[in-house]
């Protein structure tokens, strides 16, 4: 009996080795992640810097092709401006010409008329001027006069002579009128020449304000041709500044995949190293709870003999459960660990082993209700006890979200539960179902302290409260429920 005892002992000391020797590799492993960690967040904070640099460039880019677009809009205004100038100022021009031609038609045919007036007083003024010296001659006798006139008698001579006094009072009627259209006349050309002037003028003025008009037009031309070029590259710029933004965004998601990757490889990880604790723990309690219970197997068994009696009554519940362990590392297993330092209402989803769990029983009345991360401590519980194989059909068929129905399952079925309380972690193993006196929650114990729980929310189902995660032990008394089936 004693190389059994010795034999127990070698073993649960070979096993508690084994596993502290599983959890130096995990923290060599550890300490890569760390280094991957490390450089994953320096990947994700390098690539979050540059793509607020490309948006800044792109919003600066994106001022300076509005600022373009707007010169380019005042420009081509100008070069309207200018064309409707440089047309009006033709057509000024094309008007003044046909004032100047229709000037000079006029100075010629007033030109015309003065020498065909000019000529027809000179006849005249001839015609007078010979008759004047044919009637003025001091010495001509009236015979003579006679014989001008063509008289043959004194009678026809005065008849004559009345005639030519006619011709004269006409002639001298004619000169006035010459005399009124010369003047006329002369206002006329001095009137053609103030046109010509006026013409020449205004033909020059409307020659100067076209060339001016076209300079403008030339100057508005180049300045449109220089706004659009500018437009263009600012258009270039502006799409270069775009493509950079895509580019290092698509890089910032790349290293924040790669961060969630490591992250979820920590956390993996840090599950894992927490379940090889438990387990160690559980190893390391087994192994003295076996040494305590040989000690007194020893013990009563030396008394026995001393004083044989009836045997002591059983304790109100078993020192080793025998499904404990399974169930502790499973809630461990299914939980956020510690270190992930989850919270009521903080959205974190569940474990992806929860939700596997979760899925697999679905079909378990009230878990479709809780997809997809079991925000409910019964739900929880129950999914780690069925999971962990130790009680398949546990809860039965009754809603296991509600505590009373899974409490009341167990006290219903004492050849795989008891029940008892407990008042420090003295009186816990891991794998304790544990439920405060008012029956207003239940975890399960991992050890160490601690325990694997999750946190209803009534009012939005599927959100809120909080899923499965390790924490403190609470509360610190209260009823406990040990698997001994």
Request: hydrophobic fraction near 45%.
């Amino acid at each position: 009996m004693r190389v059994r005892r010795g034999w127990r002992r070698v073993a649960a000391v070979v096993c508690t080795a084994a596993l502290f020797l599983n959890l130096a590799a995990q923290s060599a492993s550890a300490d890569g992640l760390a280094t991957d960690k490390q450089r994953a967040d320096t990947a994700v904070s390098t690539a979050q810097q540059a793509v607020q640099a490309a948006r800044q460039e792109v919003v600066t880019q994106d001022a300076n092709l509005t600022a373009a677009k707007l010169r380019l809009t005042e420009a081509q205004r100008v070069l309207t401006a200018a064309q409707a100038t440089w047309d009006a100022a033709r057509d000024l021009e094309s008007q003044k010409t046909l004032e100047a031609d229709a000037a000079h038609q006029a100075l010629a045919d007033a030109q015309a008329k003065v020498a065909a007036s000019e000529a027809a007083i000179k006849a005249q003024q001839d015609a007078i001027n010979a008759y004047a010296r044919a009637i003025v001659q001091d010495s001509m006798p009236l015979v003579n006069v006679a014989v001008l006139f063509r008289a043959s008698s004194t009678a026809t001579l005065a008849n004559r002579i009345q005639w030519n006094d006619t011709v004269l009072a006409t002639n001298q009627v004619d000169l006035d009128e010459l005399r009124a259209l010369r003047a006329q006349l002369e206002a006329d050309r001095a009137a053609a020449e103030a046109a010509q002037v006026a013409a020449d003028e205004a033909r020059q003025a409307a020659t100067d304000q076209a060339t001016a008009a076209q300079a403008a037009q030339n100057q508005a031309a180049e300045a449109a041709a220089d706004v659009a070029g500018m437009y263009a590259e600012v258009e270039a710029a502006q799409e270069g500044a775009a493509a950079a933004l895509r580019t290092n965004q698509a890089l910032l998601t790349t290293a924040q995949t790669n961060q969630k990757a490591v992250d979820a490889k920590i956390a993996e990880a840090e599950r894992q190293a927490a379940a090889a604790r438990v387990a160690a723990e559980q190893a390391a309690e087994a192994a003295r709870q076996a040494a305590a219970a040989a000690a007194a197997a020893a013990a009563a068994a030396a008394e026995a003999a001393k004083n044989p009696g009836p045997p002591a009554s059983p304790p109100p519940l078993p020192s080793v459960s025998n499904g404990g362990p399974g169930i502790a590392a499973m809630a461990v297993a299914l939980a956020w660990p510690r270190s992930q330092g989850v919270s009521n209402n903080d959205g974190t989803p569940a474990t992806p082993a929860y939700r596997d769990a979760l899925n697999r029983f679905s079909s378990v009345s009230c878990v479709k209700n809780w997809l997809p991360d079991g925000r409910v401590c019964a739900l929880f519980a129950a999914i780690v006890v069925r999971a962990s194989g130790a009680d398949p059909n546990f809860g039965g068929g009754s809603n296991v979200c509600l505590v009373t129905n899974l409490t009341r399952y167990m006290d219903n079925h004492p050849g795989l539960w008891r029940k008892g309380s407990y008042s420090s972690t003295r009186d816990l193993i891991a794998g304790d179902l544990i439920v405060p006196t008012d029956y207003s929650h239940i975890a399960v114990y991992v050890g160490g302290g601690r325990q694997a729980d999750a946190s209803i929310s009534y009012a939005n189902p599927g959100s809120g409260g909080r899923t499965g995660s390790v924490k403190s032990l609470w509360p610190p008394t209260g009823y406990v429920y040990r698997y001994v089936g």
